[in-house]
Structure formats: C-alpha cells, structure tokens
Nanobody, 122 residues
Framework: VQLQASGGGLVQAGGSLRVSCAAS????????MGWFRQAPGKEREFVAA????????YYADSVKGRFTISRDNAKNTVYLQMNSLKPEDTAVYYC????????????????WGQGTQVTVSS
C-alpha cells in the first residue's frame, strides 16, 4: 500500500483546511486509517483515525470538535477536515495505514505517506 498526502498549506487562525490521502493497492477498505502530525522539535502525535468501513472514528482530545476524519473507499481516499485552526495545529500531517492493535499509537501503523505541511498563522 502506498499513500500520498496532499492539501496542506498556509491558513490563518480560525480558518479551515482539508488534507487528503490517496492510497494505491488493493483492499483499501480493509484498513483502518489514521492521521498523525509532527511539529518541529516534537514527537509525532495521533490526530484521528477511522475504521475500514468508516463507521468508527477516533480523535485526539486536542482536535475533538474541530477536526473530522472521513473516507471514500470507492476513491481509495481518506480526508481530514480541519476547522477552527489554531497556530498550535501547525505541523507536518501524515496519513497511515493501520495494521496493529491500537489506533492511537504510531507503531500500530505499517504504511505511511510522505506528509503534508500545514501552517496556521496567528
């Protein structure tokens, strides 16, 4: 499975942005997918995850109520809609394919995209 993230950019605080992750390979719908982010000088952290069917979603407390994860299995794509963005949301955002035990931990993900930069100005 190869993952390609896109849609990052520069946005003002309070604004919105949607990042996408296109997957190649078969059986996309069999994988839960996650988004992680990494800010300069910080460790990579969990943002959100979604089950293979899309019925289950999981969020970090820091983004709950502001971010929405979704997927379109017909298009092999997972999305992260980010609203009410804050400067502390600035990071490189990575999508990942889940193959482990807990969606909250990066070591549960085998497949990783290259990341897309999101910068929120104050």
């Amino acid at each position: 499975v190869q993952l390609q993230a896109s849609g990052g950019g520069l946005v003002q605080a309070g604004g919105s942005l949607r990042v996408s992750c296109a997957a190649s390979g078969r059986s996309f719908s069999s994988y839960a997918m996650g988004w992680f982010r990494q800010a300069p000088g910080k460790e990579r952290e969990f943002v959100a995850a979604i089950s293979g069917s899309g019925a289950g979603t999981y969020y970090a407390d820091s983004v709950k109520g502001r971010f929405t994860i979704s997927r379109d299995n017909a298009k092999n794509t997972v999305y992260l809609q980010m609203n009410s963005l804050k400067p502390e949301d600035t990071a490189v955002y990575y999508c990942a394919g889940f193959t482990g035990t807990s969606v909250y931990y990066s070591n549960s993900y085998r497949y990783w995209g290259q990341g897309t930069q999101v910068t929120v100005s104050s």
